[in-house]
C-alpha cells in the first residue's frame, strides 16, 4: 500500500482506496489496480501477478515435479504439497509455499517444510536441509515456467 496525492483536493490517500476521504474524488491507481496483471512475470526475486496467478503456477510448478498437491488457496495464496521418499524420511517432505504481497501486485514467495513421520518411521532427519530444498525447488520451478 503506498500513499498517492489526490487529483482533484491534493491530499494524500491510500492507492487502494476506492475515493478520496476527503473530497470524494474517485482514486485514479485504483482503476489500474482493479483487475491486476493477467499473466505473471519477474521483478528481480519476486513475482507480479495476483495471488490466484501465483497459485496456479505453484500448482503447476508442485506438479512437473512430481509432487503432490495437497491443497491450494487462491485467496490466502497458500498451496501445500508432499513429496515421494527422501533421503531423510520413508514418507517425504510436507511443505507449503506462500506469497507475501511486497507492492501493488509484486509478491514475494517463501514457504517452510519438514520431514515426515510415518509408517512404523521412528525419527525423520532433515539431512542437509533437504526439506527447506524441496521448497526452494518449487519456487525455482515457477521462475523456469515463467521464461
Do not use: H
Not at 485514479?28 to 501477478?49: H, M, T
Not at 514467495?109 to 515426515?116: D, E, I, T, V
Not at 533437504?130 to 520451478?141: F, H, I, L, Q, T
Amino acid at each position: 500500500m503506498a500513499l498517492i496525492k489526490c487529483e482533484d483536493c491534493g491530499r494524500d490517500v491510500s492507492d487502494r482506496a476506492p475515493a478520496c476521504p476527503n473530497c470524494g474524488a474517485p482514486v485514479a491507481a485504483n482503476a489500474d489496480q482493479q483487475s491486476g496483471p493477467d499473466k505473471i512475470s519477474l521483478r528481480g526475486e519476486d513475482f507480479v501477478g495476483t495471488k490466484p496467478l501465483l497459485t496456479r503456477l505453484a500448482v503447476k510448478a508442485i506438479q512437473s515435479l512430481n509432487y503432490k498437491v495437497d491443497s491450494a488457496d487462491e485467496t490466502s495464496g497458500l498451496v501445500s504439497f508432499t513429496t515421494g521418499m527422501t533421503m531423510g524420511s520413508w514418507s517425504g517432505v510436507s511443505g507449503s509455499i506462500f506469497f507475501e504481497e511486497v507492492g501493488p501486485y509484486v509478491f514475494r514467495a517463501s514457504g517452510s517444510a519438514k520431514q515426515n513421520v510415518r509408517g512404523g518411521q521412528i525419527i525423520a532427519l532433515d539431512l542437509f536441509g533437504e526439506a527447506k530444498g524441496k521448497v526452494r525447488n518449487v519456487v525455482e520451478e515457477m521462475r523456469r515456467l515463467i521464461k
